[in-house]
């Protein structure tokens, strides 16, 4: 959180914040479970989450106090919800199809920012807002999975790089590389 503080979700599905320090635990969701992944955007204002309701899985976005929790996708399942840099967008997974969207932090139609038909439905947003990268994968099991990085807004990728086969996870560095 911009003011040091940590957003996190313990193994009931609760999303909480917390001081650096540990103290001020804050429970944003009472009564609701199944939320997961939470993440500050931009300059804090929101959080974004995915979470289980109505037996469907779908990402959310609240104020950063808990209030005003929106719904901001109508998928079956709609993961790893991340902010770009501004806090005006929030990119998520299709698991569905395994495809990766981004939609208005108010809430609007999505879109779809990735080519490729098969990929991993995490995507991570550039440091200045300017690129997304994500996971495609190979056209057989045993191909290797090639890491994808296209323009914010989607498009044809401009640079691939095959991963190690035991490869799992990346972020961006803080300069952007």
């Not at 992944?37 to 106090?65: H, I």
């Not at 440091?127 to 990085?149: E, H, M, R």
């Not at 989607?154 to 996870?169: K, S, V």
Request: proline content about 8%.
């Amino acid at each position: 959180m911009p003011n040091g503080g940590i957003v996190y979700h313990n193994r009931n599905g609760e999303l909480f914040t917390v001081r650096a320090d540990g103290s001020n635990q804050t429970l944003l969701t009472p009564n609701e479970h199944n939320n997961y992944l939470p993440e500050a955007c931009g300059d804090g204002r929101f959080v974004v989450f995915q979470s289980y309701r109505n037996e469907k899985m779908n990402a959310w976005r609240m104020d950063a106090d808990g209030s005003n929790p929106t719904q901001l996708t109508n998928e079956g399942f709609a993961g790893f919800p991340t902010c770009s840099p501004d806090g005006k967008w929030v990119v998520y997974g299709r698991l569905n199809d395994m495809s990766v969207w981004r939609v208005p932090i108010q809430g609007g139609t999505p879109t779809r920012v990735q080519t490729q038909t098969r990929s991993s439905p995490l995507a991570r947003v550039s440091p200045d807002g300017k690129l997304l990268a994500y996971t495609a994968w190979g056209a057989t099991p045993s191909s290797p999975a090639v890491l994808t990085v296209v323009h914010f807004e989607g498009g044809e990728p401009l640079y691939r790089f095959e991963l190690p086969a035991a490869a799992t996870g990346f972020r961006w560095a803080p300069k952007g590389k």
